[in-house]
Every structure is written in C-alpha cells, then in structure tokens.
C-alpha cells in the first residue's frame, strides 16, 4: 500500500513570490492535514480538508490556503512568501480525520527555502 | 485548548542503555488520543502508537514500552537496549475534542533529540 506522497520535496524560493505544494493521500484516506515545521516554533497544524472541504484550521494568516480535490488529493498555497516560511512542510492523511477513527500518517515532507 | 509538554530536549545514551521519554499532557476532554512519532533525518514522521483515553494498559512492542498514567498526566516511551538505528526526534502528540476544532488536527510537544552512540 503507497504511502502519503509529497512533491516537490524541495523548493528554493524568494521572498514575493507563491508557491504550491502537493499531497497525495493513502488510498482510501479522505482526510488530508497539513503542518508546518520549524526549528523555533516546532510541529504546527495548518489546516484539514475532508470531502473537498477545509473543516479546520491552525492560527496562519490568509497567505496560507489549501484546497483538497475529488480523489482526496490536496495542495497547499502559500502566497507572498517570507523569509519566516523557511520550513518543513508535512502533509499527514487519516481516514476520516476524526480523533477516535484513525491515525494520522505522514509523508516525507517538501523542505522550502525562502531566499 | 490542549498542550503537550516533552522536557527532555535532548538525550544522549550509549547504545544498549535502556531510555525513557517523557511527555506531559494538559487537556479539558475525558475522550482524548495520544501518539508517539518517529522523525529520522529523512523527515518522514513514523507512527509508533495510539492509546485512548480510556485504555490505561501498558503496552510493549519488541524494545518499545509505553506507560500511560491519567493522574500524572503522562505517557511516557521506553526504549530498551538502544540501538543506533534508534536515534533521532521523537513526537508526543495528543488530538481531542469534539467537532471542527478537533478534526485532523494532532498538538505535538516540542520532540525529544535521542542520540545513541556505538
């Protein structure tokens, strides 16, 4: 069974610009997470997209979205970058993202520079 | 709101020591999950573990033992007989609540850095 898959798994970027990161789920997961991963603020979620539609999301300003598609897939966009969003990226998927009805399961994570 | 506390940031054993990592939790919900991850330098977070709220069993699985305990607050991860292969930054991580604040999302503690030198 393929794991979570993320691409690309490394970006160089430049402060101003956006980028588009991509996850694909475990088949048959319909719940995709995302969280952000730095050195000073450590494992912080960002968002959850279920069914096409984002049910929850982490304290990030409007610059971070996401959307999830049809077969589950999710990308996440973040627009204007900053050097601040230097950082790993991990997109985790569950089955249905509730607490009590799955683990969640990570892919290796895309690394984004921000020169 | 929930919190995960792992004090240890960082842990140096001799490989066939035994190691405990300790995690703290704070939570106003009696339904709550805890999990343990593995980060190796590839990135990836591994899954190691699942326990409910309700479920204060010990659990063992080869070197790896968990010690749940409600009145403390903690759900602490043993590793015996360490081994190399076992460095790198462990997650303790906690998801609970109900409804929209609680959905695909898991609060992580800070990770513990375990190095285990030959």
């Known amino acids: 069974k393929a794991g979570v898959t993320q691409t690309p798994r490394y970006l160089i970027k430049t402060r101003g610009q956006q980028v588009t990161l991509s996850c694909s789920p475990i088949?048959?997961?319909?719940?995709v997470s995302w969280y952000q991963q730095t050195p000073g603020q450590g494992l912080q979620f960002l968002f959850e997209y279920f069914s096409e539609t984002q049910r929850n999301k982490g304290n990030f300003p409007g610059r971070f979205s996401g959307r999830q598609f049809s077969n589950s897939r999710s990308e996440m966009n973040v627009s204007t970058l900053e050097l601040g969003d230097s950082a790993l990226y991990l997109c985790a998927s569950s089955l249905d993202g509730g607490p009590g009805l799955g683990t969640q399961h990570f892919g290796d994570g895309t690394r984004l520079s921000i020169l | 709101a929930q919190k995960v506390t792992q004090a240890q940031t960082e842990i140096s054993v001799v490989e066939k020591e035994d190691v405990t990592l300790d995690c703290v939790y704070e939570t106003r919900d009696t339904t709550y999950y805890l999990f343990w991850y593995k980060q190796p330098p590839s990135g990836e977070l591994v899954f190691l573990i699942r326990r409910n709220s309700f479920d204060e069993q010990n659990e063992i699985s080869g070197r790896y033992s968990w010690n749940f305990q409600k009145s403390t607050s903690s759900f602490n991860f043993t590793i015996t007989a360490s081994q190399v292969v076992d460095s790198a930054v462990y997650f303790c991580a906690l998801s609970a609540g109900a409804g929209g604040t609680s959905y695909g999302k898991l609060t992580f503690g800070q990770g513990t850095i375990l190095t285990v030198h030959p």
């Open positions: 088949s048959g997961h319909r719940s």
